[in-house]
């Protein structure tokens, strides 16, 4: 070996190589159950690096370092109709001047509507309907339509607090409905009918001596 010499050339780019950071990339799509694109979905790497998906629902991260990493929707940036807790991260080994490949498949809340009906005019603002199970509740609009928003696909049992309806009104409905909804379209509407409570007839009794 001779001292002070030049390196080899092979070998200084060889020693370069080995100095130099080891980069790679991750690239994916982002879609829905049915494949439509997520169109503006913001993806996180490593929750640092953010990346909105383009028009087919395609996101990229350039220059990541070699090793183990993990994308996810951004919470935060997240359009409210998705939710985030649907979507499971991905894990995934980026290796050197290598394109890992990680979908992600969006899931859609959606929607419970309803209405309760009764005669032109009735105040039905008093009614309470709730979602059993859950702490969510809400009361009708004026003309008696209701809904529940940002719901997860799922069934649910819609019930009406039989106690609140306006006075001298009942129901004629059952107060409790069971419904099937699904992330891609709402759930059927559902219907409770009020209708005027029947008056107590009193019955005199009469003793006779």
Do not use: C
């Amino acid at each position: 070996v001779r001292w002070g010499g030049a390196a080899p050339a092979g070998s200084a780019v060889r020693t370069l190589q080995a100095m130099a950071p080891v980069m790679g990339s991750v690239e994916g799509f982002v879609k829905e159950a049915d494949g439509t694109p997520g169109v503006g979905i913001p993806v996180l790497l490593d929750g640092r690096r953010i990346e909105y998906t383009d028009e087919v629902g395609r996101y990229r991260f350039p220059d990541v370092m070699q090793g183990e990493h993990r994308v996810e929707l951004s919470p935060r940036e997240l359009p409210a109709e998705f939710d985030p807790a649907g979507t499971p991260p991905g894990q995934f080994h980026v290796q050197s001047a290598k394109v890992a490949r990680v979908d992600l498949t969006l899931e859609r809340l959606t929607a419970l509507r309803g209405q309760v009906l009764g005669v032109t005019g009735m105040e039905v603002e008093s009614v309470v309907i709730r979602l059993e199970g859950t702490d969510r509740a809400t009361t009708p609009r004026d003309d008696g339509h209701f809904g529940f928003y940002n719901l997860r696909a799922g069934r649910y049992r819609v019930v009406v607090d039989e106690g609140t309806a306006p006075e001298g009104w009942r129901l004629a409905t059952p107060a409790a409905v069971e419904v099937e909804i699904s992330g891609q379209v709402e759930g059927p509407e559902v219907f409770f009918v009020l209708e005027r409570a029947k008056a107590e007839k009193r019955v005199r009794t009469i003793t006779l001596d």
